[in-house]
């Protein structure tokens, strides 16, 4: 029964990760309809903006496990930005593996919970009690 009663809430928040994500993947891919900038400039802002992304859909799993809300925790995510997006480009980079990359989706998924554990609980922890 609590399952159903998350369903608009976890619904909410997919869209809001859509939301996200959209507008930034179409103005990328805008970016390659430019000649020249298009084909040289516009690969390494898609890998660093998959990165990112790859990042915020990881770590979604515990901040929404404990109910931060998404603007909440991108605002988190971006204190710590090096590092999650280092995170995002190693699973970008192993999923690109054959076979390791069978393994690397709940791998990632422990890291980042590792990371909320390390970086963010302590912080973000107070939210859940309100």
């Known amino acids: 029964m609590g399952l159903i009663k998350d369903v608009p809430r976890i619904m909410k928040r ?3 990760k859509l939301g996200y ?4 993947a ?3 891919l805008l970016l390659y309809f430019i000649p020249g900038f298009g084909q040289t400039v516009a690969p390494v802002l898609w890998f660093l903006f998959s990165a990112w992304m790859l990042s915020v859909q990881y770590c979604d799993y515990p901040f929404d496990n404990h109910k931060v809300p998404f603007q909440q925790m991108r605002n988190a ?3 710590h930005k090096t590092a999650n997006m280092q995170f995002g480009a190693l699973i970008s980079l ?3 593996i054959p076979i390791l990359n069978l393994a690397i989706m ?3 998924v422990c890291g980042a919970t590792a990371m909320w554990v390390d970086r963010y609980r302590q912080n973000l922890a ?3 009690l309100r």
């Open 77 to 79: 995510l971006r204190q």
């Open 21 to 24: 994500y959209l507008p930034r």
């Open 106 to 108: 709940p791998v990632a």
């Open 26 to 28: 179409i103005g990328l």
């Open 94 to 96: 192993f999923t690109m």
């Open 14 to 16: 997919e869209l809001q």
């Open 126 to 128: 107070r939210t859940e």
